[in-house]
């Protein structure tokens, strides 16, 4: 049987797909995409992560062995991380606006934000994501959720670097500055 924190776990998860869902309606419209490539670097690792998170029967028994002893207190903790990642990236998510995009693109008359999340980092959506899924990783304590979460950063770095690319792109040297200034996913670490 599931763990409380598994199942808070699993609604947090199915609460921020609904809103994702909802707010991906309102988006402008595209004007630059990135390249096909760079786009299968990036949905290749995060399609491999949500296989190892949900479709158990396919991945390797051995990744059901559990690398954090199996605990109350660990389990909340990872919700609670899983929590703040989640609404770190609602919160990136609304002061994006009508910008966001579902892959690396540029949108017509796209803004570039500096405001709200984006003065910690360039990249808070993707931060709070990796966030959320370290936590998910706590909560279910084997060894498949930190491969899931290293796939997720590989997956997340391959996009961050296509992204900052079409950014300066776009941007030029107000995007440079604000690159030089502003770390891509950890506040405060330059």
């Not at 199996?70 to 703040?84: C, D, F």
């Not at 002061?95 to 984006?118: C, M, Q």
Request: net charge positive; charged share 15%.
């Amino acid at each position: 049987m599931a763990s409380a924190a598994s199942r808070v776990t699993v609604a947090l998860w199915a609460a921020w797909g609904l809103y994702w869902f909802v707010a991906a309606r309102d988006v402008k419209a595209t004007s630059r995409r990135a390249s096909a490539r760079a786009q299968l670097l990036h949905a290749g690792p995060l399609v491999l992560c949500g296989a190892l998170f949900f479709w158990r029967r396919l991945t390797p028994e051995m990744l059901d062995r559990r690398f954090l002893p199996q605990s109350a207190e660990l389990e909340a903790i990872g919700t609670l991380v899983v929590a703040a990642g989640l609404g770190f990236a609602v919160w990136a998510r609304h002061h994006l606006g009508r910008n966001w995009s579902s892959v690396v693109e540029l949108k017509s008359d796209h803004a570039l934000i500096r405001t709200g999340p984006y003065r910690l980092v360039r990249h808070p959506i993707y931060a709070g994501l990796l966030l959320a899924l370290f936590g998910t990783a706590l909560v279910a304590g084997e060894w498949r959720g930190l491969l899931a979460f290293g796939l997720a950063l590989v997956a997340v770095c391959f996009r961050v670097r296509a992204e900052d690319a079409l950014m300066a792109q776009a941007f030029g040297a107000v995007y440079e500055a604000y690159r030089q200034e502003t770390p891509a996913l950890v506040p405060f670490l330059f």
